[in-house]
């Protein structure tokens, strides 16, 4: 570390890294994947990092309460990914994380930075929205859940404030719960989705849509939670005419910004295209 460097803590347990980053400049450290990029090139400037990567009381996942899921902030992308217990509970899940940059990327990167670190167009905050995840947040001067969709609030900001650590994500359950992810890279596989869309829908054994939540990525300066999907979709057999008009609402509601992935007519149209189709395999 040059002199300059924050100074690196690695507290063993929650309530010692509770007081650590209770001092003004200091910063949790998860598996320090954006972290490392934005000290680099001097986006931040932590007085202190607090490494929490492994802390065990945060690395725990579990179907709590049955049939719902609570998944630990110092989780990794590749234990979400290699779950069995996701798989089972929110496959999207498990398609969203095992998609996420590289192997070595997933092996250190955990549930608490890919939210906390608030990039639009990361893979799990829109499957998170979709599936009505709260999150868990803790400080030295106690606990607050909320609900996911509050805490993103524009390019790389959320609600998350100084002192405070993702504990916790709770998904809760749904026995009629069908969710999926689509991501649409037309470069490399290996790089950010253009556009991200999460459908989770509770469906009847008729077909009947009880409630639907539709969450997009990448085509917002944050990710999105599609109001209107429930309005649209549920308390019927969606007809395909259904499903075009929630994509027209879709192209209609983002607002996506123009970069080496697309311009930002491109993204709205690809918003749109995914969109109907997430849906229609969440349906099928
Ligand atoms: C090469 C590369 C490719 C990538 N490709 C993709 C991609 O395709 N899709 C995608 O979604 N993402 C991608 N990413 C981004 C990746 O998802 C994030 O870098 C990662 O999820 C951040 O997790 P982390 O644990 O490493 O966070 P860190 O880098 O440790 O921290 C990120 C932010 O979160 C905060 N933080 C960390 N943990 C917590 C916590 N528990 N509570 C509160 N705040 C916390 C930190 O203080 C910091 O502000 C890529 C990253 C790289 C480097």
Known sequence: ???????????????????????????????????VMLLKNGLIEPS?????????????????PPGGLRLGGTVTLRELAESGTVRSTAPAVVEA???????????????????????PRQDLPPVLLAL??????TSRTGSRTVPLDGIFQGFMETDIREGEIVTHVDVPPDPNRRCIYHRFTPASDHDYPTVGVAASMSVASDGTVLAA??????????PILVSEADEVLGGRRPSDSDLKDLADIVRAA??????????ESY????AATWTYRTVKSCLG
Not at 2 to 13: G, I, K, L, M, Y
């Open 267 to 270: 993204k709205r149209a690809m």
């Open 48 to 64: 202190k990092l607090v490494f929490i990567g492994k802390l065990g009381e945060l690395a725990q996942v579990g179907e709590s």
């Open 132 to 137: 009505g995840a709260t999150v868990t947040l």
């Open 254 to 263: 983002v607002d996506p910004i123009a970069d080496e992935r697309g311009s």
């Open 213 to 222: 939540r539709l969450a997009l990525g990448g085509v917002a300066d944050r």
């Open 97 to 119: 994380a095992s998609r996420v940059g590289n192997p070595r990327v997933r092996a250190v990167a955990t549930l608490g930075g890919a939210l906390a670190h608030g990039d």
């Open 1 to 35: 570390l040059r002199a300059a460097d924050p100074e690196f803590v690695r507290p063993e347990t929650l309530d010692e890294a509770l007081e650590e980053l209770a001092e003004p400049g200091a910063m949790p450290l998860g598996g320090g994947t954006s972290v």
